[in-house]
């Protein structure tokens, strides 16, 4: 989902076994860390894409306001890029959101969407709702169900206006 040696890894298991194979790790991988016993890596990606999902939806509404509010994006996205409201899937996905770029797809929802399922059943079974979540995978699930899982996960930003031609009107 992420450009060549731009992701985190989690490895995890036992520590002696994940030294043996760092060289391999730095090798292959972008920035990688030691999560712990075997499992705490998964469980640590399903974070990662927590945020990933609810950033980027919480992104796409943020951009399809602004575009429905008749202000300029460029200026929107450079404005907020530097600000206390930006995160790195706006800087990386808000550009893409205002150009609807979805293809060719750095990150595909096809590729993200089982994992939100991961997520959504590891959260159940540690008893927590996680509202902000299940909103966010509501969306993507509309996407993918919808044909979208060729398009960047930046797509959303259309699930959540509506679509161009909503937009179009509105302006």
Partial sequence: ??????????ASGD???????????????????????FGTGARMKYIANLLL????????????????SGLDLELVQQTLDNS????????QRGPVMAERRWSP????????????DQI???????????????AAKEVFDKAFADGWGHLDIASVH??????????????
Avoid: C, N
């Fill in 1 to 10: 989902m992420v450009g060549p040696r731009l992701a985190t890894t989690f």
């Fill in 15 to 37: 520590q002696a076994r994940v030294t043996e194979v760092s060289a391999v790790l730095d090798a292959i991988s972008g920035p990688w860390v030691y999560t712990g016993a």
């Fill in 53 to 68: 999902a609810v950033h980027t939806v919480a992104a796409a509404e943020a951009m399809a306001l602004a575009r429905r």
């Fill in 84 to 91: 206390i409201a930006s995160s790195a899937v706006w800087k």
């Fill in 105 to 116: 797809a750095p990150g595909p929802i096809a590729t993200l969407q089982p994992i939100l």
């Fill in 120 to 134: 959504e059943a590891h959260a159940a079974q540690a008893g927590l709702s996680a509202p902000v979540f299940a």
């Fill in 158 to 171: 259309d699930q959540v206006s509506g679509g161009p031609d909503r937009d179009e009107e509105r302006s």
